[in-house]
């Protein structure tokens, strides 16, 4: 869904806004060497290269106890042979999008841009948990959904921030949803916004999908399982009140979800009896997250 067939007030606003960010120009590189069936480790390690500020960043993650791999891992090439093609990309994703979107920000009444990406985070490891659960193929790919579902929030704190202003004082005042109150004051959701931007970005479109309707589930169309898995893990991810996401509302599980995933009440207990300790491991995304990027030398 483009913005514009959704609302022609914020599609206008969007044209106006300079600098809308894009994607970094090594990973979308990256994301079509990797969809090449001719790449090798190298040829990812050669791409990722020209960006000496991503290979540190990725090298951080993979050696941080998210992985918790016996040794260290000193090159990118050793990555991608380790963890494969797919994960480093969506690494590469995951930690250009702290890079395009600047950390910490004003604060805006109850946000705060750190309590987000707390959430956001949140959201991602209980999306890889859950994909585990029900042998879902790509369960990095769970996790970068999960990441990047509230993509939208941070177009709208970071662009347009007098609405969103006005968007965080009508949750306030009306006490309802973040989404309500995004169409109240702006016509689109940050679903919508965010769906956009991953459209945009040429990202895969079951993660464009993940990211535009994760609270719209029976709706998806082509990745029906990683929507259902995003839904899922941002409900309980509010219902542990990990971050702020904006509001204080716990959505019911949609009961497309249920259907979808078949997940049982015993896989839900597994998940949650795990996912502190994941969490916790998951602390060098929220480090990357917050910090203030380094300046070029000249």
Wanted: some cysteine; glycine content about 6%.
């Amino acid at each position: 869904m483009e913005v514009a067939t959704a609302s022609p007030e914020i599609a206008l606003t969007i044209r106006r806004i300079k600098n809308l960010p894009t994607l970094p120009q090594v990973v979308a590189q990256l994301m079509q060497a990797v969809n090449n069936p001719n790449s090798s480790a190298s040829d990812v390690a050669r791409i990722i290269s020209n960006d000496q500020s991503l290979v540190s960043k990725i090298l951080r993650i993979v050696n941080s106890a998210f992985y918790g791999l016996p040794k260290r891992v000193s090159t990118i090439t050793q990555a991608t042979v380790i963890l494969g093609f797919n994960t480093v990309r969506n690494l590469a994703l995951g930690a250009s999008v702290f890079d395009v979107f600047r950390p910490g920000g004003a604060s805006l009444g109850n946000w705060d841009r750190s309590k987000f990406w707390q959430h956001s985070i949140g959201c991602a490891v209980a999306t890889k948990l859950l994909a585990r659960e029900v042998r879902y193929s790509n369960p990095e790919e769970a996790f970068v959904s999960g990441l990047l579902h509230d993509i939208g929030k941070v177009v709208l704190d970071q662009y347009l921030p007098d609405q969103f202003e006005r968007v965080l004082q009508t949750v306030v005042q009306e006490h309802c949803s973040i989404a309500e109150a995004e169409r109240m004051v702006i016509g689109v959701t940050h679903s919508d916004i965010g769906r956009w931007l991953a459209e945009n970005w040429n990202l895969p479109v079951q993660l464009a999908e993940a990211i535009g309707l994760h609270h719209e589930p029976d709706r998806a169309k082509q990745a029906s399982r990683l929507v259902g898995l995003v839904h899922l893990a941002d409900c309980l991810v509010r219902m542990e009140q990990i971050g702020y996401p904006g509001d204080d509302i716990v959505p019911e599980v949609h009961p497309s979800v249920w259907d979808t995933l078949r997940l049982s009440p015993e896989a839900i207990e597994r998940l949650l009896a795990s996912f502190y300790t994941e969490f916790e491991r998951s602390s060098v995304f929220l480090q990357l997250a917050n910090e203030e990027p380094k300046t070029p030398v000249e």
